[in-house]
């Protein structure tokens, strides 16, 4: 394995806790009914693909292609951060169904 890979399997693997971190206490604030959400208008499209840049590594990994059809724009208010971690955490979940 060279540095190079060695360094990228280290800096996904660091994403990814950090990202489970982010979960976990995101699911305290529910349980505690002390979660903030930040409502703002927000593009839609940006934040799916972000969250699909967040997980391509790993599928990509695992020989998954990942197909993506989205809007050219599309807006909503909301929290763009829930979103995009509601979003990261389905293709997560989505991924060991694609073995």
Request: net charge positive; glycine share 4%; charged share 25%.
């Amino acid at each position: 394995m060279s540095r190079k890979t060695a360094a990228q399997s280290i800096l996904r693997s660091v994403q990814v806790q950090a990202r489970l971190v982010d979960d976990l206490l995101a699911a305290s604030r529910i349980v505690r009914g002390r979660l903030l959400l930040e409502p703002e208008l927000i593009d839609l499209t940006g934040v799916l693909t972000a969250a699909m840049e967040q997980v391509r590594a790993a599928a990509a990994a695992k020989d998954i292609e990942l197909l993506e059809s989205l809007p050219a724009s599309a807006a909503l208010v909301g929290d763009a951060a829930r979103l995009q971690q509601v979003t990261w955490n389905l293709r997560r979940a989505a991924a060991p169904l694609s073995d």
